[in-house]
């Protein structure tokens, strides 16, 4: 079950977002409700409504953090702009995914807490966009081996340039997944809001970005309430007949139909988002529940649980994107050989060497642990956690 605080963080979300009807929150309670908004990346949201509930010593701190979020909110958005001014200038064509796109759909779009600048491009586009970016001053970090994306630092802007959305299956739904993306960039909108100019995705592929997105983070390291507040405000702003007509036939091809139904079924019971007939089917209130507490189990990308990741490798590997019934031994051996044919490409063309790329991927785990890059691995708990995380996941029906 979930608690009173995060109970609470629910009703104010919902009354930000939706109008709903606003929580009587105790000064005693304000503390650990901004805690949990932090940590739920959502605090931007709730501060405003308890910062004078909170005890007179943690008011400056997380005056400072609002402020500082802000700020960091208003980079974000000036980001976006230099990057279609940039992009214009050399006539190149791109799409901005996930942040400012989500952030629209917000009623104060700049209380919604903002991250890196991610735009997608033309493959062939790749290399004059890198080059642009270097010579601007970026430095090219993080996994440069990345399968979707590169990502780019200059000061305290990250760029992440993706040439497809992160978490997109190297399976027969993954390709109709890119099928489908294929004509993201000519059905691109302009955003013009204040000062700000860039392209957005269209309806459907901002909805089938944020279903791919939360899919993945959410069955890997985990996610926060962002993601959940991003999805009930986009699922918000269409009619049911609209819904239908844009995304039911497609979704149910790839296989995201009833992970959609599950999001906005949520979306109602949670943050009183208006009711959707579309989604009613999907009102399995232990499974509401169930995915609720994972949720707030997890916090921001896993921020609350640093070893969900290794529960990842017992449920499902990168590359099937799907969370099915195979026997933990058996999962995780899938994983090693999927990552052992990352790291190790010759054991793609040379079947007979996984068993040393098996030991290779291990290995590299332990040094990674011991030098503090990667989290711990506490047997037990990593299969325990993911046997109770596969059960509900399996609902889900991803890519299937």
């Known amino acids: 079950m979930i608690s009173n605080t995060q109970h609470l963080l629910l009703g104010l979300l919902g009354a930000k977002l939706f109008s709903r009807k606003q929580p009587d929150v105790r000064n005693e309670d304000a503390l650990p409700v901004i805690k949990e908004a932090v940590q739920q990346a959502v605090f931007l949201l709730v501060y405003p409504d308890l910062k004078d509930k909170l005890p007179e010593r943690h008011r400056s701190k997380y005056r400072a953090l609002y402020l500082?979020?802000?700020?960091?909110?208003?980079r974000n958005v000036s980001g976006h702009d230099e990057l279609h001014r940039r992009m214009a200038k050399h006539r190149i064509p791109y799409v901005v995914i996930k942040g400012l796109a989500s952030a629209s759909f917000y009623p104060q779009p700049a209380l919604r807490m903002s991250g890196d600048v991610d735009f997608l491009v033309r493959k062939k586009d790749i290399e004059k966009t890198k080059e642009i970016l270097i010579a601007e001053g970026y430095t090219i970090g993080g996994n440069v081996k990345h399968p979707a994306h590169y990502?780019?630092?200059r000061?305290?802007?990250?760029?992440?340039?993706?040439?497809?959305?992160?978490?997109?299956?190297?399976?027969a739904a993954g390709d109709l997944c890119r099928r489908y993306m294929s004509d993201i960039l000519t059905t691109s909108q302009y955003y013009r809001k204040e000062n700000v100019t860039c392209r957005v995705p269209d309806t459907f592929h901002h909805g089938l970005i944020l279903l791919i997105h939360t899919a993945t983070h959410l069955i890997d390291t985990g996610i926060g309430l962002r993601h959940f507040c991003d999805w009930a405000v986009f699922a918000a702003t269409l009619s049911d007949e609209e819904f239908r007509g844009i995304f039911e036939e497609k979704l149910k091809k790839v296989g995201l139909w009833h992970f959609a139904q599950i999001l906005t079924a949520m979306s109602t019971k949670y943050l009183g988002c208006p009711e959707k007939?579309?989604?009613?089917?999907?009102v399995d209130e232990k499974l509401l529940?169930?995915?609720m507490e994972d949720i707030f189990a997890a916090g921001n990308f896993g921020v609350k649980d640093k070893e969900r990741i290794n529960e990842a490798k017992l449920m499902t590997t990168k590359g099937?994107?799907?969370v099915d019934g195979s026997n933990l031994a058996l999962q995780l051996l899938r994983a090693l050989t999927e990552k052992a044919k990352i790291d190790l490409p010759i054991c793609r063309k040379m079947i007979i060497l996984l068993p040393v790329g098996w030991i290779y991927v291990i290995f590299h785990h332990i040094y990674l642990i011991i030098q503090g890059r990667k989290p711990e691995i506490?047997?037990?708990k990593m299969v325990r956690g993911a046997g109770k995380r596969r059960e509900v996941y399996k609902e889900?029906?991803?890519y299937k």
Do not use: C
């Not at 500082?68 to 208003?74: F, K, T, V």
């Not at 000061?155 to 399976?171: A, R, S």
């Not at 007939?277 to 999907?282: G, L, P, Q, T």
């Open 378 to 380: 506490h047997i037990g």
């Open 155 to 171: 000061d305290k802007e990250t760029l992440e340039m993706h040439w497809q959305p992160n978490g997109v299956p190297e399976t």
């Open 320 to 322: 099937s994107g799907t």
């Open 396 to 398: 889900f029906r991803l």
């Open 151 to 153: 990502a780019f630092y």
């Open 289 to 291: 529940a169930a995915v």
């Open 277 to 282: 007939r579309w989604a009613a089917e999907a």
């Open 68 to 74: 500082s979020e802000l700020a960091s909110g208003i």
